[in-house]
Every structure is written in structure tokens, then in C-alpha cells.
């Protein structure tokens, strides 16, 4: 089977198409042979097989056994690169492939959802794969090569030189109560009215905990004495449903909460003083050649911030 090794890409469309029309000169014309170098191809083809491939006769020709079996893989393998040039063009240009990103809650809901979802209606073929939770996690998994890129926090015992860093977008903490709360209407409330209350906050050590833990210290007020610690978000609204707790959740989650959109009995208070989280940021690995379409995504992602 030495023939084989010496099939070109035309060799093969030219059988194809004598298949298909069964006319030599149909078959040529189709892809821009002459009827003299079409015949010259197709005989060295068969000298080399040892058999021909097509019967000839008046009304046209037609496939021998050996020339169904030739036509068959033909196709097959023309097919085939008809699937390569369009997947290479589409990895090339961004307009398909997969791209794994990892991301803290807020930035999330705020950046990355908008993000995919524009660059989706052009490139629906473009797979993404979105895993979210604390900046401890997303930057390790992001050292074991599972992301492409992240949006969090760098952990202080990280040394930011081994990452490349982009800019930075400060974070807002909400207090969501359920809307029977005694303090829900209230248009101006502070920290002093809240300590009385039973909160759920996230574990201690996380960015909101120490951004309220800050807030408390800063205006002299007693960090509250009835706290449950929880960064899970069925348990927070678990809470919510059946108590007048306050829970801490960042502004973009809260606001997806007290939509219209989600029918929750949600809402969140009117602090006369914003409480601001540390700043994420979206970070990579240092060096780290990113697929066209990851660049794509980060492209959508950084004009949000």
C-alpha cells in the first residue's frame, strides 16, 4: 500500500469529483485542471494502486469496487481536513476553543457573566468553564495551571512577582435584611443601630469579615455580640427567610438578590457610610501565553472594571 504515501490533497479531490459527476472533464474543470493533466493524474493514480478505479464507458464513468472503497476514504479524509482548517482558523482568531477562569464572588456577578455573555453572541462556539470562590483557592488552583486567568485577591503570604497583575477595582459591602426588618425603610443607618442585631458573616480572616470588623473599629462602635459565621449563600438566605438577621454579602450579589428579577423578599439597608472591601484584581501567571480566545475574555472582562 506505497501508493498511499504518495496521495496529495488534489489526487484525492479529483477522484471525488469524477465520482460525483462522472465526467473527467466536469471533474477537472472543478478544480482548475485541464482535461489532459486530469487524465495524466488519475492514471498515475491507478498505475500506482495496480487496478483502475473507474469503469469508463459512453454515458460516463463509474466506480469500480476499489474506486467506491478510494472515493469512500477520500471523503472521509478531505472531510476531515475541512474540519482542521476551520477548527485551526477558529483557535487562531479566538472564535472557538476553551477558556477556565477563577473568580471571587462580586467581580464574578459584575464582570465576568457580562463578559461571556457578549463574547458568546458572536462566538458561541467558545467554551467557558467559570468555577468561583475565595482568593486562597483561586490562586492556587491558578499555580496547578487549572485557570487561564483569575479575579481575586493576592493572599499575603504570596509573593505578587511571580504573577502578572492587572488593575485593581475596590469592592462595596451590602447588609441585606429581609424586607419585614425594623430597620428595612430606615433612609440613614448606622453601625451603632445594627450591633444589637443578629448577623451572619463570612468566616473570620475573609475580606468582607475584616472589612466590617474595620468598620466597627473605626467608628467606635462594639462589633455585634450574636454572629454566625458562614460564607455559604443557601445558609445566608436561609437565615434571612426565617429571622431579621443582617448578612453581609458584596454589593453586586445583594443587588441580584433584591432584584425584582429573582422574586425575593429581599432588601438592603441604607448605610449612611459605604464599607469598602480590599481591592481584586485579575491576575496570571507570569510568562503565561493566553489562547486567543482567553484573550478574548480578558479583553471583555478588564473594560467592565
Not at 459565621?229 to 426565617?242: F, H
Amino acid at each position: 500500500m506505497d501508493f498511499t504515501r504518495k496521495l496529495k490533497t488534489h489526487h484525492l479531490r479529483l477522484v471525488v469529483k469524477i465520482s460525483e459527476t462522472t465526467k473527467l472533464q466536469f471533474a477537472a474543470e472543478s478544480i482548475g485542471l485541464s482535461q489532459p493533466a486530469a487524465s495524466r493524474t488519475l492514471a498515475e493514480i491507478e498505475t500506482d494502486i495496480g487496478a483502475p478505479l473507474f469503469i469508463r464507458s459512453p454515458k460516463g464513468m463509474y466506480p469500480t469496487p476499489i474506486g467506491e472503497a478510494f472515493v469512500r476514504h477520500a471523503q472521509s479524509i478531505l472531510s476531515g481536513f475541512e474540519t482542521l482548517e476551520a477548527e485551526v482558523n477558529g483557535l487562531g482568531h479566538g472564535e472557538m476553543g476553551e477558556v477556565k477562569v477563577g473568580s471571587v464572588t462580586g467581580p464574578a456577578i459584575r464582570c465576568l457573566v457580562p463578559a461571556i455573555l457578549d463574547l458568546k453572541k458572536g462566538s458561541p462556539k467558545i467554551e467557558t468553564t467559570i468555577e468561583v470562590g475565595p482568593s486562597t483557592e483561586m490562586i492556587r488552583r491558578l499555580e496547578q495551571a487549572h485557570f487561564d486567568f483569575i479575579i481575586a485577591r493576592l493572599p499575603h503570604d504570596y509573593d505578587s512577582r511571580a504573577f502578572h497583575i492587572l488593575p485593581a477595582r475596590s469592592e462595596v459591602v451590602s447588609l441585606v435584611v429581609r424586607n419585614t426588618h425594623p430597620l428595612a425603610q430606615e433612609t440613614q443607618v448606622s453601625l451603632d443601630d445594627l450591633s444589637s442585631y443578629d448577623w451572619t458573616i463570612q468566616e473570620r480572616g475573609s475580606p468582607i469579615r475584616s472589612a466590617i470588623e474595620e468598620a466597627f473599629a473605626a467608628s467606635g462602635t462594639k462589633i455585634p455580640p450574636h454572629i454566625t459565621n458562614t460564607s455559604s449563600l443557601v445558609v445566608m438566605l436561609g437565615l434571612l427567610e426565617r429571622s431579621d438577621t443582617i448578612a453581609t454579602l458584596a454589593e453586586e450579589v445583594a443587588n441580584l438578590l433584591t432584584s425584582r428579577a429573582t422574586g425575593a423578599n429581599l432588601c438592603v439597608l441604607n448605610l449612611e457610610r459605604k464599607i469598602m472591601v480590599s481591592p481584586y484584581f485579575v491576575i496570571m501567571e507570569r510568562g503565561k501565553q493566553l489562547s486567543r480566545a482567553a484573550e478574548r475574555l480578558l479583553d471583555a472582562v478588564l473594560s467592565r472594571f
